[in-house]
Nanobody, 125 residues
Framework: HVQLVESGGGSVQAGGSLRHSCTSS????????MAWFRQAPGQVREGVAS???????SYADSVKGRFTTSKDNAKNILYLQMNSLKPEDTAMYYC????????????????????WGRGTQVTVS
């Protein structure tokens, strides 16, 4: 079992920045993928960014060039740096993880992930 605890959400004006953190209990000696998803009211949960144990990354087209995900392996913390925020980025943001190595890039498909955090709210006005 993997525990994931997000922090760093909040309210910001359009054009501003926020950084999410996800403290995890992922076993760094295994192959894994971790990802950020978001869900706005009435919308499906969508993948935003992902990273795997080989540090390969994937990003949704809507956030490319604005969001960056990274992982501090020493602290076992996943980060999502969000810049140039837009009102349409408003959503609950979730951290997710799975023990698996994908042939290509880490996926942004929610059904591929097993472990989930409880989420933190981001509001952009």
């Amino acid at each position: 079992h993997v525990q994931l605890v997000e922090s760093g959400g909040g309210s910001v004006q359009a054009g501003g920045s926020l950084r999410h953190s996800c403290t995890s209990s992922v076993d760094r000696h295994l192959s894994y993928c971790m990802a950020w998803f978001r869900q706005a009211p009435g919308q499906v949960r969508e993948g935003v960014a992902s990273i795997d144990s080989e540090r390969r990354t994937s990003y949704a087209d809507s956030v490319k060039g604005r969001f960056t995900t990274s992982k501090d392996n020493a602290k076992n913390i996943l980060y999502l740096q969000m810049n140039s925020l837009k009102p349409e980025d408003t959503a609950m943001y979730y951290c997710a993880a799975v023990y698996r190595r994908y042939t290509r890039y880490p996926p942004l498909i929610k059904d591929e992930y097993i472990f989930w955090g409880r989420g933190t709210q981001v509001t952009v006005s």
